[in-house]
């Protein structure tokens, strides 16, 4: 059995799921998400929790047992909670700054990058701190967004200047030796 696969996902309070052909859809204080179920993968509601089941120990239904599993869970923890990323811009005169709600970037370009992020992400910009936060209740789409973001500039190994999450660790490079 899967480590994952086998773990019941509850179903926290003020939550709805609905499991229609191939489709489950999971309704929160937060919003409505939907996802495809692969045919072979059983999913089932019992009591206040969510079963998945595989039909064999083949590779293929052990890898999609773990996932449909996880990605449930993605889903529950998405309408109640919602998900939360944040960007650092490190680089002198590089900002980024909301216009209504399109991101204005400016990293050192010709010409300043607009960004118009896509349904269901929320934008914030802490220009004291030269910070950008991403939320939203899909994970998925708040890591795709927030790696879209990093990926105009990502940060360098010599001074560190570009875009990177809050926590992570540049690995720094020396700069040329001088010769004798």
């Known amino acids: 059995m899967s480590k994952i696969g086998k773990l019941p996902v509850k179903i926290p309070k003020g939550v709805k799921v609905a499991l229609a052909d191939a489709m489950i859809e999971v309704t929160g204080p937060k919003g409505k998400l939907t996802q495809p179920i692969h045919k072979d993968i059983g999913v089932k509601v019992e009591n206040d929790s969510i079963i998945v089941t595989r039909p064999s120990d083949l590779k293929p239904h052990k890898s999609l047992h773990g996932l449909t599993r996880a990605l449930i869970q993605n889903m529950m923890i998405g309408v109640t909670e919602g998900y939360t990323l944040e960007l650092q811009i490190v680089g ?5 700054e909301l216009k209504g709600k399109l991101l204005e970037l400016n990293l050192g370009y010709s010409h300043p990058i607009v960004l118009r992020p896509p349904d269901g992400i929320l934008l914030n910009v802490i220009p004291k701190e030269n910070r950008i936060i991403i939320t939203g ?3 998925q789409l708040v890591g795709q967004t927030t790696a879209a973001i990093r990926a105009f500039r990502p940060p360098e190994p010599y001074k560190g200047k570009g875009i990177k999450y809050v926590g992570e660790m540049i690995r720094r490079k020396a700069g ?3 010769g004798k």
């Open 176 to 178: 040329k030796a001088a």
């Open 137 to 139: 209740i899909d994970k």
């Open 92 to 96: 002198v005169g590089y900002r980024a």
